[in-house]
């Protein structure tokens, strides 16, 4: 035996193996990966879609923007941030708190029911949405604000009964 066929022999035994190794590795379906691990937040196929979304902004968004950009609140936000099939208009992912600005079309019977539906799917991931009239951005900016700081807060804890603050 010459030592290139030696070689050769062992080349194609280790190719072999690779072969086998990527295209026989066994995969189980028995159960679904847990809600938590599974990646929800923007989705390569709404990636065109989000960014259509942030270059042609309604000026109510465009408006709050100029506020929440930069951790104005103490907090960062994200706009047009897409949680599984739909895309947030603003979302604060420390804080799970996702912030709509609703349109016309919200107040239709058929808007309503989609966000009902929305905000349903929102809720198994623990997010909470906090919404806002359009025309509120422009007539009350300052209560608008106020309300998202309220919702950034924790909790205020309660003392419990019969016990003294002091």
């Given at each position: 035996?010459?030592?290139?066929?030696?070689?050769?022999?062992?080349?194609?035994?280790?190719?072999?193996?690779?072969?086998?190794?990527?295209?026989?590795?066994?995969?189980?379906?028995?159960?679904?990966?847990?809600?938590?691990?599974?990646k929800i937040n923007n989705l390569k196929p709404l990636k065109e879609k989000r960014k259509a979304l942030r270059n042609n902004s309604t000026s109510a968004e465009v408006t709050l923007w100029r506020y929440l950009k930069g951790s104005q609140l103490g907090k960062k936000f994200r706009r047009q941030h897409s949680v599984g099939p739909y895309i947030l208009d603003f979302y604060c992912a420390t804080e799970k708190l996702a912030v709509e600005l609703d349109g016309h079309y919200h107040f239709t019977d058929e808007g309503i029911?989609?966000?009902?539906?929305?905000?349903?799917?929102?809720?198994?991931?623990?997010?909470?949405?906090?919404?806002?009239?359009?025309?509120?951005?422009?007539?009350?900016?300052?209560?608008?604000?106020?309300?998202?700081?309220?919702?950034?807060?924790?909790?205020?804890?309660?003392?419990?009964?019969?016990?003294s603050s002091t």
């Open positions: 035996m010459t030592e290139s066929s030696v070689r050769g022999g062992y080349n194609s035994l280790y190719y072999a193996r690779i072969s086998l190794v990527t295209h026989c590795t066994p995969i189980s379906f028995k159960r679904a990966p847990p809600i938590s691990s599974m029911k989609h966000d009902q539906i929305r905000d349903a799917y929102l809720k198994k991931f623990g997010i909470r949405v906090v919404r806002f009239e359009n025309v509120e951005i422009f007539e009350d900016t300052a209560l608008v604000l106020e309300k998202i700081r309220e919702e950034l807060l924790p909790p205020q804890s309660l003392p419990a009964v019969g016990t």
